[in-house]
């Protein structure tokens, strides 16, 4: 079995930023394909960026290109999300997603495990 969890999470200003970690455990880390997920309240969740398994190519949305940043630690079995510049449309619930042998960019539906997010608030 496969746990997930995120931290790094709070309110912040606009402007600000701020690093989530993702620490995977229970499998080969390598062997999984991880993405971040937001969901603002009273929209849908929607994928913000992923980085695929074996190679660590990365993908990213439209909406944070240019300003957040995936990377992994295999040795600590630890995917960051390092977001500047923030919003306050970045405002949203942050889950990680891993999915075995994953691309960079894991579908909701392809996901095998997530984690149970972390809040993140960019407001004045």
């Known amino acids: 079995q496969v746990q997930l969890v995120e931290s790094g999470g709070r309110l912040v200003q606009p402007g600000d930023s701020l690093t989530l970690s993702c620490v995977i455990s229970?499998?080969?880390?390598?062997?999984?394909?991880t993405s971040w997920f937001r969901q603002a309240p009273g929209k849908e969740r929607e994928f913000v960026s992923g980085?695929?398994?074996?190679?660590?190519?990365?993908e990213y949305s439209d909406l944070v290109k240019g300003r957040f940043a995936i990377s992994r630690d295999n040795a600590k079995t630890t995917v960051f999300l390092q977001m500047n510049n923030l919003k306050p449309e970045d405002t949203g619930v942050y889950y990680c997603?891993?999915?075995?042998?994953?691309?960079?960019?894991?579908?909701?539906?392809?996901?095998?495990?997530w984690g149970e997010g972390t809040p993140v608030t960019v407001s004045s």
């Open positions: 997603a891993a999915a075995y042998r994953g691309g960079r960019r894991l579908q909701q539906t392809g996901v095998d495990y």
């Open positions: 980085i695929s398994w074996y190679a660590g190519s990365t």
């Open positions: 229970g499998r080969t880390f390598e062997d999984y394909g």
